[in-house]
């Protein structure tokens, strides 16, 4: 390998800088920018391995690059970090700083005792220094475009689970019905659905899985397709839930569950029979002022294999108002954390228990808003109002 004096090392060393950030800044690919990092610094300094890591904590993007150079002194392709050796004999370390934040570090390695000079240390600093920049772009580029993806996935998340749930209210001769779902982030592990039977009955579904986002999403989904799929082959409120439990209990990690309430409104009789699995308990107002908390069911879903459950019946009589909610809306907090709680639900839907369905769901939306104030959604809102006429 040819020896260059300092001199022309610096010469060439603002020669290579310039290069790749003209280069480089044309793409702006990260990975293209870390490979010309490595194939040009051998020529300022040499080394027999080299490695460069660079990261964006902030959006945990991390990516380290090794290689090794050939015999002939030219860098050969490798990015396998197990070739970068600690115990080398000469080893120099560059940090990689941007406006005094450190964003990576370039390391180089010779298997030769002495082989490195305090000029060369100053020259990889200097390099390191000079590509900073241009590193920096690089990773903005990166992190831009992993946004970018996210964002597309997460709107197609968000069309799918818009798909998952009705597109309008059913039509139940003598009952009003309204709904309403706000997911606290782009998508959301809130699920309510209107199923229709023969023989006039109305399948009323509300579940919620814990935790919110993508991830909940996909659990949500697995829930509505195994309740559907069971729902075809039981009519037994409790069986159906026992088995939908099973499945979820097989899927679902250690800390991760879900609560829901399905019941099945025989429209003709109006009469209730409902199941609740550890959900917020579904309240029925009655039109003389009685208030019931439907309550009656089993555990949360996929954390017990082989739990019970138990159904129950209501008679809805005119006047009556079923409201079905997730605990978004009565865990909604306002700037001192107070949360929005069931009893203001209860007392809120009271005073206006003789408005229509929809109008009653705005007004309990409209006092939770008012309740939060700047407060953002902490969870997703869910609020399903059905009415006997």
């Not at 902030?58 to 990015?79: E, F």
């Not at 250690?254 to 399905?262: E, H, L």
């Not at 909610?325 to 003789?354: H, P, S, V």
């Amino acid at each position: 390998m040819t020896i260059l004096s300092d001199d022309t090392k610096l010469r060439l060393l603002l020669e290579i800088s310039s290069q790749i950030r003209s280069k480089v800044e044309k793409t702006l690919n990260l990975d293209a920018t870390l490979e010309m990092v490595l194939e040009t610094v051998g020529r300022v300094v040499p080394y027999d391995i080299a490695r460069v890591h660079v990261s964006a904590n902030d959006q945990g993007l991390d990516r380290t690059l090794v290689r090794r150079a050939a015999q002939d002194g030219a860098p050969s392709s490798s990015d396998a970090p197990e070739i970068y050796d600690p115990s080398a004999v000469s080893q120099l370390e560059a940090p990689i700083t941007f406006r005094d934040r450190v964003i990576g570090s370039l390391s180089l390695q010779f298997r030769e005792p002495g082989k490195y000079s305090e000029t060369d240390s100053e020259i990889l600093n200097f390099f390191a220094s000079e590509v900073s920049s241009t590193i920096e772009k690089a990773l903005l580029h990166e992190q831009l475009l992993i946004k970018e993806k996210i964002e597309g996935e997460l709107e197609f998340a968000r069309q799918v689970q818009l798909s998952l749930l009705p597109a309008q209210v059913p039509l139940a001769e003598g009952f009003d019905i309204a709904s309403v779902s706000m997911p606290a982030e782009r998508v959301g592990g809130d699920y309510y659905d209107f199923i229709e039977f023969p023989h006039q009955n109305l399948g009323l579904v509300i579940a919620d899985v814990v935790g919110k986002g993508m991830s909940a999403a996909l659990i949500m989904a697995s829930f509505r397709a195994f309740l559907r799929a069971q729902i075809r082959n039981d009519y037994a409120i409790a069986t159906i839930f026992r088995k939908v439990n099973n499945l979820l209990k097989e899927g679902l990690e250690d800390n991760r569950f879900v609560t829901a309430v399905y019941g099945v409104l025989d429209v003709p009789n109006r009469v209730l029979t409902y199941c609740n699995a550890g959900h917020n308990p579904p309240v029925l107002l009655h039109a003389d002022g009685a208030v019931d908390r439907l309550t009656r069911g089993g555990l949360i879903m996929g954390v017990f294999r082989g739990a019970e459950y138990k159904e129950s019946r209501k008679q809805l009589k005119p006047g009556d108002v079923l409201i079905l909610y997730t605990d978004g809306l009565i865990e909604a907090q306002d700037q001192l954390d107070r949360e929005y709680g069931a009893e203001r639900l209860i007392q809120t839907a009271q005073a206006k228990r003789t408005a229509s369905a929809t109008e009653l769901g705005d007004w309990i939306l409209s006092d939770v808003a008012s309740h939060r104030g700047e407060t953002p959604l902490r969870d997703d809102l869910t609020l399903v109002v059905v009415k006997a006429l």
